[in-house]
């Protein structure tokens, strides 16, 4: 059973002794774990025979929508009226929903109180769950309100995945392909041919993929340069999931991001950095995972218009993560529009 241990916290996988032991010498004065209806369902009967303690349970609708002060309110009320205080330990058992909320409210409430992640979807797993931000979107903005707080630990079960929506699966693993594009090219060729593998490969390469986001993050705790690496494909992901967002059929956050990788890649061939082949590899391998999807890439100006409000934008300009090469990316590039709408026609065309 493998560990990494980060500046602050250790992440553990696949080990329930030592959750058993974390949770014994901690000895917290209360347990409160934070799910959602379907992390209650399929996980949490799998936490409980773990907890040689009493506990209490805070349950909040899944989805982004409950990433919001209501629920946050609705948070530190149950945990005040659980007469929780500072040496209460919260539990965050869910996917990324679960981890930025809880770890918000627990940074907020009396000022900060201790928690611990284990995340149960792939993007939980691989990404969320890794680096110490925690957040809520309010107004019509995304992660706008939030916290650096560290958990005291995360616990990694892969078992959880067994009950992972196939397509839960498919928008984690674009996370994976990402920590491999941007800074490990075996990582990415190991990936690159689709999720068939066995649980035990699936195991090694999510290993792989927190030691890659864990080593970037220790590079740039507070996000303030090589950090941004880890936003390849999501600025163009971004506008692309918030215009479908209230559709009826929306895009998951890794399927949105799997088409912005293949437009950034684009740009970063354009840039003169990427190789031609290089980027017709990146192309192909996404489109046989996720498929060609032109119509989510569309009305273009709509999207330009959306990227206008990217958190990385400078004076006016946009700004764009690209790669230097498979495995190694630069922090961001300003990028005209033009470029940009060739991005987007560049994922439209058949090839
Ligand atoms: N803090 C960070 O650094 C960071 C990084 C990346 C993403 N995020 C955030 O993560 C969120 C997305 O996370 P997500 O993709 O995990 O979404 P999610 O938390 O909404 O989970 C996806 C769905 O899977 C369900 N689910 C969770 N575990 C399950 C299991 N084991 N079996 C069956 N169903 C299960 C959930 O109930 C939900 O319906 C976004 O809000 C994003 O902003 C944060
Ligand atoms: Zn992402």
């Not at 080593?215 to 690496?229: A, F, Q, T």
């Amino acid at each position: 059973m493998k560990t990494i241990r980060t500046k602050g916290y250790n992440i553990y996988f696949d080990n329930t002794s030592k959750l058993q032991e974390f949770i014994g010498k901690k000895n917290p004065s209360s347990l409160v774990i934070l799910v959602d209806e379907n992390t209650e369902k399929y996980c949490l009967h799998h936490l409980i025979p773990l907890l040689n303690m009493e506990f209490h349970i805070i349950k909040i609708k899944s989805g982004e929508t409950s990433k919001s002060i209501s629920t946050s309110e609705y948070i530190w009320k149950k945990l005040i009226e659980f007469h929780s205080d500072r040496n209460t330990l919260l539990i965050n058992l869910g996917g990324g929903v679960i981890g930025d909320i809880g770890g918000f409210c627990a940074s907020t409430f009396m000022r900060g109180i201790d928690f611990i992640q284990i995340p149960t979807t792939l993007l939980g797993q691989v990404d969320a769950s890794i680096g110490g931000k925690t957040g809520i979107d309010f107004l019509e903005y995304k992660n706008i309100i939030g916290s650096f707080h560290k958990p005291k630990a995360v616990f990694i079960f892969t078992d959880f995945l067994k009950t992972l929506p196939p397509e839960e699966l498919k928008s984690g693993y674009a996370e994976m392909l990402k920590h491999g594009l941007i800074a490990d090219t075996d990582e990415w060729k190991a990936l690159s041919h689709g999720l068939l593998m066995s649980p035990i490969e699936m195991k090694k390469h999510i290993f792989k993929s927190v030691s890659i986001k864990k080593r970037i993050v220790e590079k740039d705790p507070h996000d303030i340069g090589i950090r941004k690496i880890l936003n390849f494909g999501h600025t163009f992901g971004h506008a692309i999931e918030s215009k479908w967002m209230s559709s009826k059929k929306p895009l998951l956050h890794g399927q949105a991001v799997a088409i912005g990788m293949v437009c950034e890649s684009y740009l970063s061939y354009r840039s003169g950095q990427l190789s031609e082949s290089d980027l017709f590899d990146i192309r192909h391998s996404i489109l046989d995972i996720y498929g060609h999807q032109p119509k989510y890439v569309k009305p273009v100006p709509e999207l330009l218009q959306i990227m206008q409000h990217d958190k990385k934008n400078e004076n006016g300009e946009f700004h764009v993560v690209l790669l230097e090469d498979i495995g190694s990316a630069k922090k961001s590039t300003p990028i005209k529009t033009n470029a940009l709408e060739d991005a987007f026609h560049f994922y439209q065309a058949k090839l």
